[in-house]
């Protein structure tokens, strides 16, 4: 299995550990080590595939239990690997229109739960996470044009579909063509794969023959689906 996806550890959250959970304590950690006021956090948004509940939204829930101020907004939304990078396109639009100045971008994941325990492909490859971010108005000066590129491919939606009772049919993720990674080496200065693809290995092994490297792995966290760009840089800075 390690050969195969390239990871030969990763983390479950506890059986009674909810997403929620794992984002209290990711926003805990930022406000202890940098030391933040919560009550200047004046928005918060999180993005999961694995709420708490339907109803109510979590993230109304994080902002009861860490204590910030009720004059903040909080909304959820559902997305995978590329959560993260639309979660800070978001943060930035809420600054730049004057609706926030200091948002908390949270991620968590606990997809080993609706992961069937027989699917030993799936499990082999998803672990649970959560991350944190603080985007203040500091971060986005300038003229207010974006950086941000975006794109959809929804064909193959049926391939990693969650049925209503929470139990994963099947997992499978359609390998990327050589000419994808040929065409995305002109326009990427690093990479930071979290998982074992065709695409990351094609990716990974271009940067490796620049001279600046480009490319970061982290072999012992598994595919975290929204978290792994923020877990993988704090782990290669520390």
């Not at 933040?36 to 956090?41: A, E, F, G, K, L």
């Amino acid at each position: 299995i390690t050969k195969k996806t390239g990871i030969y550890e990763r983390h479950i959250a506890a059986a009674g550990e909810c997403s929620s959970d794992m984002a209290v304590c990711a926003a805990e950690n930022l406000f202890a080590k940098y030391g933040i006021d919560r009550s200047t956090v004046d928005f918060i948004i999180l993005c999961t595939q694995s709420p708490d509940y339907f109803l109510p939204t979590t993230a109304c829930l994080l902002q009861h239990r860490l204590g910030i101020p009720d004059h903040c907004g909080a909304f959820d939304f559902n997305l995978g690997c590329s959560g993260f990078v639309y979660g800070l396109s978001m943060a930035k639009g809420l600054i730049e229109t004057d609706q926030a100045k200091h948002v908390l971008l949270l991620t968590a994941e606990t997809y080993s739960k609706f992961i069937h325990p027989q699917d030993g492909a799936a499990r082999a490859i998803f672990g649970d996470a959560a991350t944190e971010t603080r985007i203040t108005a500091e971060h986005v000066e300038g003229d207010g044009r974006g950086s941000f590129v975006f794109g959809t491919e929804g064909s193959g939606g049926d391939d990693i579909m969650v049925p209503p009772d929470f139990v994963a049919r099947h997992l499978a993720f359609h390998a990327a063509q050589p000419q994808v990674a040929q065409a995305c080496l002109g326009f990427i200065a690093w990479a930071e794969p979290h998982r074992q693809s065709v695409l990351a290995q094609l990716l990974t092994s271009a940067l490796e023959q620049r001279p600046d490297g480009g490319h970061r792995r982290v072999h012992h966290l598994g595919d975290l689906a929204v978290a792994p760009v923020l877990v993988v840089r704090e782990a290669h800075r520390d």
